[in-house]
Every structure is written in C-alpha cells, then in structure tokens.
C-alpha cells in the first residue's frame, strides 16, 4: 500500500490523541496517549498538516457547555507545544445524536467545512482515530488511508466490525469488508510510523 503526497492528517481527539475520559469537560483530565506528542511532531516535521475532528455530544447533551469543550482543547494544545506539534484546526460537532446534524462523524460535514477553509484533498488526506465512526467517517469523504487505532474504544470497535486481532503495532488489511479501516494500528505512535514509513520506503509488513 503505497502512500506517496499525504498532506494532511485528520485526527480524532478523545482516544486517540488523548487518553479517553467520559465526556471530559476538565482541562486537568487531558493526558496525551503516550508518545503521542512525539508522533505527531514528527509529521509536522515532515510536512504534514495536522487537524482535529472530534464529536462533542456532551455539549448537545447538556453535560457541558462549549466554553468546557475550548478549555479542554486549549490544554491539549499547550501540551502539543513542547513538541512542536501544532493543530492547523479542530471541527468539532456540539450536537447530540438525536439532532441528526450533517457534522456529527460519520457524516461528512467536518471534513467539508475543513476543506473550505483550507483546501483539503480526500486523495492527500489520512483519517486516524479510535472509533468505527471515524472509519466510516474517512471512507465517506474518500480518505487515501484510514487508520484504527487499538488505544480508547479500539478494541471495543474492532471487535464490532470483526476485525484480525492485532498483534504487532501495525496489520495492513490488503483484504477489507467495506466497513473496515485499511490499517489497523496499536497506538498514535504506530499509526504515524506506518504512514511515514509508507511514503518513504514502503508498506512495513504485519
């Protein structure tokens, strides 16, 4: 699976980037997966941009108010800094799931939004995160490469779409269900490794 002239990397928040919390709304309970900071500094470093897509029901839901949800992200991109891994955007969708919204993953909304803005292409995009949604979110908008990471609710979305279990960092499903991510990968660390390594120097094996 070759990957040559990914731009831009669309990244899901709670469970991928950071270390999931139910509905967090307390700026104190944002943690970076481990390594994570790293990993996305390396693809700042080698170009890419970076952006946050991330469904915030709890706001919808009344569990917490918009100005919650700005503080979270504003601790998440402190801690990003020391790293050199700065965010170009974050969409996020306020709404609950009863309000059947066109932003809500995996509904393209957040993705065209970030295309207007700044000019994104599906065929020089990658989609990782944590969630069948968000699968199914990279595929609707036609992503290059989708990613599922094991770390959040991984395992638990893995196990819904009867996914191979992973053993190493990193299995590239070169035969996929139509629901599937294209690569299945142990954490945020593995995933940007994988797509680094893709670009340069070919697939890693499983």
Not at 60 to 73: D, I, K, L, P, S
Not at 97 to 118: M, Q, V
Request: some cysteine; hydrophobic content about 45%; aromatic content about 6%.
């Amino acid at each position: 699976m070759a990957l040559p002239g990914i731009r831009d990397v669309l990244l899901d928040r709670d469970g991928t980037i950071i270390e999931e919390r139910h509905y967090l709304c307390d700026p104190a309970g944002v943690a970076l997966v481990p390594g994570g900071g790293e990993a996305l500094g390396r693809l700042v470093r080698a170009g890419k941009r970076l952006f946050c897509v991330t469904n915030q029901s709890g706001i919808g839901r009344g569990y917490y108010t918009q100005t919650h949800f700005q503080a979270v992200q504003k601790r998440l991109v402190d801690l990003l800094v020391p790293f050199g891994a700065k965010i170009t955007e974050t969409a996020f969708c306020p709404h609950a799931p009863s309000d059947n919204c066109a932003c809500r993953k995996p509904a393209t909304g957040l993705f065209e939004a970030l295309t207007a803005r700044h000019g994104l292409n599906p065929a020089t995009t990658a989609m990782i995160g944590d969630a069948a949604s968000d699968i199914a979110f990279g595929l609707a908008f036609g992503a290059a490469v989708t990613i599922l990471v094991m770390t959040g609710h991984g395992r638990r979305d893995a196990a819904k779409l009867e996914l191979p279990h992973l053993s190493g960092d990193i299995w590239v499903l070169a035969e996929r269900q139509p629901a599937w991510p294209h690569v299945l990968a142990r954490d945020l660390p593995a995933a940007v490794t994988f797509l680094l390594e893709a670009e340069t120097a070919g697939t890693p094996r499983p």
